[in-house]
């Protein structure tokens, strides 16, 4: 309640050095793009690897990013509201085919070989897209995107999609407030001392602070795609281009 209070007055409250029980990397959100997911991989051979979601929508090779990370057990990959969107699309295109499609489900579609269909699509339009994209992925890919978690924690380090609320315990926050963010999420600093490294909002530049570690610098859009290297006591960025 007290860090809140200083929050509140515009004080920045102490906050511990990140302890993580052993290193690890974390990377952006890479929304297709395939290539950058390429070149971050091998700058993390020494690390394990958490991504914080949003892989598909946007960028060109979404099919190929599901695929490289499915292929990857050893990587751990949490879900992000693109992969909430693109699901939802799964069980019920009739009702959300036009949202995602037009937050970056179109260029998915695409790069599984989908065409002929628009946000504007009718009802009998939007399930054969969604019969078409079920064919081309398979089963196995799609459970595999339905079993994604929505947060991982190592010591004192969370690792989200969005956001998390300062207010609730980081192992009971909704599914919503780490998929789509949280108002009091970058005013108000946490009280239990967790770091929460996440993406979702783009950041020019990756940036550890007050808690909170953003490592979204839009890479469908810029070309960069960042990575945190988590260590006992400190955070190490890369941006690879």
Sequence with gaps: MFRQWLARLGKTPYFPPVTPEYPFSA???IHGRADLLERALRLSDNYPVVCVGDYVDRGDNSADVLRMLYSRPDIVCISGNHEEMMLD????PDKNGSRWLRFGGLQTLASFGVAGVTEISGDNAMTSA???LVEAMGQPLIR????????????NVAVVHAGADPAIAIDEQTVRSLHWGQSDFAKISRTDGVWVIHGHTIVDTPLAQHGRISIDTGA???GRLSL???ELSAVHFEIVT
């Design 89 to 92: 699309f799964i069980e019920a």
């Design 27 to 29: 990377i952006g959100d």
């Design 130 to 132: 969604r019969d078409q």
């Design 144 to 155: 595999w995107m339905q079993a994604l978690p929505t947060l991982w924690q190592s010591g």
């Design 228 to 230: 945190a290297h988590v």
């Design 220 to 222: 469908y859009a810029t």
